[in-house]
């Protein structure tokens, strides 16, 4: 078909006489490539309307395999008018460029379908797991694993066909593959190792995306963005991300928390010693508040006991499980728990018990202050007799003083004087 459309176009451009060979030849080109164009800019909007009212449909088929197919369609569209533009061109120039159509257009053919190939697993892949589309959608990680198996195979099969169009002999190309495999496995023994722990990630699942994920051997811990055929992607807490070989995870120890069941609340509560005769009923209480409480979970561990007689507290054991897993939810309901015990615990009069020290004194540490108090009261009245002889002393100075300026000697002032302070002496 192709042949008698070329021979048709070369018969119209020989025969028609207007114009100059060249101005035919390029005028056949231009309408060929505007032609090509046309045809690909309606067959790009008739997929696209088409896509467009399959998507309201029950089937979730249909329109992916067009939006798969749209651009690859108009791409093979494209390769086909240059092939015709090429053609014409060739028959009137003798180009060496020419001469490759017959071969660009089988490579081109060829890679045109595989990118149709490749979108359609695309497609099936975003199917498979995605919630809105699958009333039970399948694990993220096995589909992506599985993609990325099929797009290699996919690719390697391209390219060995490609290389067959090409002239190449595939023996040649398997034997040289074969050798050269053995010294690239010696040289890349680090990436081959990657690859296959990715391949022992896929298939044990240790881990898939969005797991939460930490290792006691080494520093790592996040969750989960990517897993790849070399590496591992994992964005921390501090949101940064963390590159980890996948052959890492064939020698360590992974834990995955995103997988438990229940979340965990250990505390140990003190309360005074001068509680002591309320504590059976106060463990008693909180034990019987948790079985109660709608958000711990009753089937598992429940413990509530007087743990032991601390410095300076009874430490009383609370252990239970919550029914959640959520992070932020899990501190919600420990927050809740603790400010119930704290109820139970005032509503018997108790109170939670903090820090505290007790110092004795003793007896004997007292006489030697009742010693020093008793030298000190002797002390005391010694000096006040010392001062009150200092007082007598001055007192009979001035009466002396008195007597010999004031009267002389045989006056009755003198003598009575002297007889009244012999009488105030004498009491």
């Known amino acids: 078909m192709i042949g008698e459309m070329m021979s ?6 020989e025969n028609f006489g207007v114009l100059s060979e060249a101005w035919r030849v390029s005028i056949v080109v231009f309408a060929l490539v505007f032609g090509t164009a046309t045809i ?3 067959a790009s909007h008739v997929i696209g309307a088409l896509e467009r009212k399959f998507s309201k449909t029950s089937n979730i088929w249909d329109d992916s395999l067009l939006h798969a197919t749209r651009a690859p369609v108009v791409a093979f569209v494209w390769l086909q008018g240059v092939y015709w533009a090429a053609e014409v061109a060739h028959h009137y120039s003798s180009a060496e460029i020419f001469k490759a159509n017959e071969t660009v257009l089988q490579v081109g053919f060829i890679f045109i379908f595989v990118w149709a190939v490749l979108r359609m697993i695309k497609e099936v892949e975003s199917i498979l797991v995605s919630p809105v589309k699958m009333k039970k959608p399948m694990d993220y990680t096995t589909v992506n694993a599985i993609s990325k198996l099929s797009r290699a195979v996919v690719l390697i099969t391209a390219v060995l066909i490609s290389l067959q169009s090409l002239g190449y002999s595939l023996s040649g190309v398997l034997a040289f593959g074969g050798v050269g495999g053995i010294a690239v496995g010696f040289a890349a023994k680090d990436l081959l190792a990657n690859f296959f722990g990715g391949f022992i990630i896929h298939l044990d699942r240790p881990f898939k995306v969005g797991d939460w994920i930490r290792s006691p051997d080494r520093n790592i811990e996040g969750t989960v963005e990517q897993i790849g055929w070399r590496l591992t992607t994992i964005r921390t807490f501090d949101k ?13 120890a992974v834990e995955n928390p995103s997988r438990m069941t229940n979340r965990r609340i250990s505390e140990t509560i003190g309360i005074r010693y001068a509680d002591v005769s309320e504590m059976a009923t106060i463990v008693a209480d909180i034990r019987s508040m948790l079985e109660k409480h709608e958000d711990i979970d009753s089937n598992q561990t429940l413990i509530v006991n007087f743990l032991a007689f601390n410095h300076s507290s009874l430490d009383i054991m609370v252990y239970a499980f919550t029914k959640t897993t959520q992070w932020v939810r899990f501190h919600e309901v420990k927050q809740d728990v603790l400010l119930k015990i704290s109820d ?5 009069g108790g109170e939670v018990a903090f820090p505290t020290q007790t110092l004795h004194i ?13 030298g000190k009261q002797a002390g005391d009245e010694k000096e006040g007799d010392k001062k009150q002889a200092s ?3 001055d007192g009979a100075a001035k009466r002396q003083r008195s007597r010999r300026h004031d009267t002389q000697a045989g006056d009755e002032g003198e003598q009575s004087l002297d007889a009244g302070y012999g009488e ?4």
């Open 8 to 13: 048709t176009l070369n018969g119209w451009i």
């Open 40 to 42: 690909a800019y309606i």
């Open 240 to 252: 940064r991300p963390l590159y980890v070989p996948n052959a890492t995870f064939t020698t360590i």
């Open 344 to 348: 139970v615990i005032v509503g018997h």
């Open 362 to 374: 003793s007896d004997d540490s007292q006489l030697p202050e009742r010693e020093n108090t008793r």
């Open 391 to 393: 007082r007598s002393k």
């Open 424 to 427: 105030e002496d004498g009491d």
